[in-house]
C-alpha cells in the first residue's frame, strides 16, 4: 500500500488553502457591504443561489457518515444501503413541494420555532434541548470520529497521530464555521466538487483493483462486473427475511436493512424527518425564495442518486478483494477487523497525487458537515434558547457572538466525546449508530410535523404526548420488547443477535413508533376542539410547481424507477 507522497500533501494543502481563502473572501465581501446580522449569520439572509443551496445540502449530508459508514455497509452488506440515497431522492421531491412552502409562507427560520408557532412554547423547548443533545452527541461526535479514524487509518498513524487529526478537523470546521451560514454555502461547492471528483477518482481505482485482481486488466467496467459475478448477493436492494437456521451474517444484514418491510416502515421516516425536519438540512433553504429553495432541493436530490457510486461502491469492491485474499492487514484496525476500514483500504492504493486528491475529497465531507452541524447546534441555542429564555432584550450583535461561542463549546465537547470513543461508536458501526440513536427521537419530531402541517385538529397537548409516546415506544421496541412479548408477534419479528439476545431491525421499530405515536396524537387531539387557533393557513396555490420545478421531479422519478428495476 503506498503511503503519501509530496504531490500527495502538496494537493491537500492546495485544497486547504483556496476552501479557507474562498470563505475568507465571502466573509470579507460580507463584512463590506454591512451584512452582519443574526439572520445573516444563521440563515444567509437570502443570498445562496439555487446551486449553493443544492450543493450545501450534498456537501453537510454526505460525511463521514456516508464515506466511511456507507462504504463499510457496502462492505457488509451490499447495495442495499444505497436505499438512504435513493429514497432520499423521493423524499426531497416531498420536501420541495409541501414542506418548503409551509416554512416560507410561515417565514419559519428554526425548527423549534415552527414548533412555537404551530404548537406552543413548551414543545418548542423540549424539542430545542432534544435536538441540541442529538447534534453534539450522536452527530457531531460520530462525523468528528469517522472522519479522524479513516484519516488515521490512512497515514497508519497511532493513537496519537489520531488526536492530532480530531483537533485539527474540528478546528477546520471552526474557523469556515464562524464566518455563518453564507460562508458555509458557498464554500460547500469547492467542498462537493472536490468530494465529488475525488470520489469517483476513488471509485474508478476501486473498480480496477478488482479487474486486476482477476487478471482482466485495468478495467473498470470490467472490474464492476466482475464484482457482480462474484458477489452477486451485494447487488440486490431487496434482502429475504431470515428463515430458520440462517447464519448469524445473514441475520445481521437483515437486522441493518430488513428488505422490503423497511420501505413500510423506518426508512421514510429516516429521510422526511431527515430532509424536511431537521434544521441542520432545511437552513440551507430557509432564507430563499420558494422557487429557488425547491430548484435547489430538487438538484441535490438528482445528486443522492448517484452518490451510491462513491459512497458504497467501494464498500463493495472491498469486500471481493477481502473474500479473495486481498486487504487482509487493511480491514484490521487495533487488531479488530472492522468493516468501516473499507473506504480508508481503498484509498491506501491510489497512485501519488490522486491519494492527495481523494483524502482531500474525505476530508471536505468531514468538514462540511461538522462547519453545518455546529452552525445549526449554534442557530437553535441562539435563536430558540439563549434569546428566548435566557436574555430576551440580547441585540444582533450579542446574539452572533453567542452563536460564535456555542460553536466553539459544541465543538470542543464533541473533540472530548471523541478522544477516546466514550459513546462506543467504534464498536456499533458508524452509520449504524447515527441512523439507530437518530432513530429514537425521529418517529416522535417526524409525527408532530407532519400533523401540525396537514391536520389542523392537532393540539399542544397531543404533541407533547407524541414527543414522549415516540421516544418510550423506540426504547420499548429497540430494547424490551423481544424479552416482555415474545419474539414472534404480529407486528414484529425479533432476531438472535448472537449473543443470547435477541432484537428487531431498528427501521421495524421506528415504524412502530411512529405508527403508536400517531395513535395517540389523534386521541388526544379528537378530544380537543375541531379547528385548533394555532393551526396553520394551508391553501392549494401554496404548493403549485412551475413546469421547470416538475421536468426535474419527472427526471429523477425515471431514473429512480430505472435504478430499482436494475437491482431489485
Known amino acids: 500500500m503506498n503511503k503519501f507522497s509530496t504531490i500527495d500533501y502538496v494537493i491537500f494543502v492546495i485544497y486547504f488553502i483556496v476552501v479557507s481563502s474562498y470563505g475568507y473572501w465571502v ?13 445573516d449569520f444563521f440563515l444567509a439572509e437570502g443570498s445562496l443561489t439555487w446551486w449553493a443551496i443544492g450543493a450545501s445540502l450534498i ?39 409541501w414542506f418548503i412552502p409551509i416554512y416560507l409562507k410561515n417565514k419559519i427560520f428554526t425548527m423549534p420555532q415552527f414548533l412555537h408557532t404551530r404548537y406552543n412554547e413548551t414543545v418548542s423547548f423540549v424539542m430545542a434541548l432534544f435536538w441540541l ?40 470546521a471552526l474557523f469556515i464555521t464562524l464566518g455563518g451560514m453564507k ?19 476513488t471509485t474508478y481505482i476501486a473498480l480496477t483493483l478488482v479487474s486486476d485482481h482477476f487478471g482482466l486488466g485495468k478495467s473498470a467496467l470490467a472490474g464492476f462486473n466482475a464484482m457482480m459475478k462474484d458477489a452477486p448477493d451485494h447487488f440486490k436492494m431487496m434482502l ?18 430488513p428488505g422490503i418491510a423497511m420501505y413500510f416502515a423506518g426508512q ?13 438540512i432545511t437552513q440551507r433553504a430557509l432564507g430563499a425564495n420558494l422557487k429557488t429553495a425547491r430548484t435547489g432541493i430538487l438538484f441535490a436530490g438528482l445528486m443522492k442518486l448517484a452518490m451510491p457510486i462513491i459512497v458504497v461502491l467501494p464498500g463493495i469492491a472491498a469486500y471481493v478483494l477481502y473474500k479473495n485474499g486481498g486487504l487482509q492487514q487493511e480491514m484490521v484496525s487495533g487488531g479488530h477487523f472492522n468493516s468501516d476500514n473499507a473506504y480508508s483500504a481503498v484509498l491506501g492504493f491510489l497512485p501519488t497525487g490522486l491519494k492527495g486528491l481523494s483524502v482531500a475529497a474525505l476530508t471536505a465531507a ?19 434558547i439563549y434569546k428566548k429564555h435566557i436574555n430576551k ?176
Open 393 to 568: 432584550n440580547a441585540d444582533e450583535k450579542k446574539m452572533v457572538n453567542v452563536g460564535r461561542l456555542t460553536i466553539v463549546a459544541a465543538l470542543i465537547l464533541s473533540i472530548m466525546l471523541t478522544w477516546k470513543d466514550l459513546l462506543g461508536i467504534g464498536g456499533e458501526g458508524g452509520f449504524t449508530f447515527i441512523q439507530k440513536y437518530t432513530g429514537f427521537i425521529s418517529p416522535g419530531i417526524f409525527a408532530i410535523f407532519i400533523l401540525g402541517f396537514f391536520w389542523k385538529r392537532t393540539t399542544g397537548a397531543a404533541a407533547i404526548a407524541g414527543i414522549l409516546t415516540g421516544f418510550g415506544m423506540s426504547v420499548l421496541f429497540n430494547n424490551f420488547a423481544p424479552r416482555l412479548f415474545g419474539h414472534e408477534t404480529f407486528l414484529y419479528t425479533a432476531f438472535p443477535k448472537g449473543d443470547g439476545t435477541f432484537e428487531i431491525p431498528f427501521l421495524i421499530c421506528m415504524g412502530l413508533s411512529f405508527l403508536f405515536t400517531v395513535i395517540v396524537m389523534v386521541a388526544i387531539s379528537l378530544a380537543g376542539p375541531k379547528v385548533n387557533a394555532k393551526a396553520l393557513a394551508i391553501d392549494s396555490s401554496m404548493f403549485k410547481i412551475e413546469r421547470s420545478t416538475l421536468a426535474l421531479i419527472v427526471v429523477t422519478l425515471l431514473l429512480l424507477t430505472m435504478l430499482y428495476v436494475k437491482f431489485w
Open 133 to 172: 443533545f442529538l447534534y453534539v452527541f450522536v452527530n457531531l461526535t460520530s462525523i468528528l470520529f469517522l472522519g479522524a479514524l479513516a484519516l488515521n487509518n490512512l497515514s497508519g498513524g497511532d493513537q496519537t497521530t489520531m488526536h492530532y487529526i480530531i483537533i485539527a478537523l474540528a478546528v477546520f
Open 268 to 280: 421514510w421516516i429516516v429521510n422526511l424527518n431527515y430532509w424536511g425536519c431537521n434544521q441542520y
Open 27 to 39: 466573509y470579507s465581501r460580507k463584512k463590506t457591504k454591512g451584512v452582519s446580522d443574526s439572520h
Open 240 to 257: 429475504p427475511k431470515p428463515k430458520p437456521g440462517a447464519s448469524q451474517v445473514e441475520i445481521n444484514k437483515y437486522l441493518a436493512l
Open 59 to 97: 456537501a453537510s449530508n454526505i460525511s463521514a457518515e456516508q464515506f466511511i459508514g456507507a462504504s463499510g455497509q457496502g462492505f457488509a452488506v451490499g447495495l442495499a444501503v444505497a436505499a438512504y440515497e435513493w429514497v432520499a431522492a423521493i423524499a426531497l421531491i416531498i420536501v420541495a413541494v
Open 366 to 384: 468531514i468538514v462540511a458537515s461538522l462547519a453545518g452541524k455546529a452552525n445549526s447546534i449554534s442557530t437553535i441555542f441562539t435563536l430558540d
Open 183 to 201: 460562508v458555509i454555502g458557498f464554500t460547500d461547492v469547492i467542498q462537493v466538487l472536490v468530494l465529488v471528483i475525488g470520489g469517483l477518482a
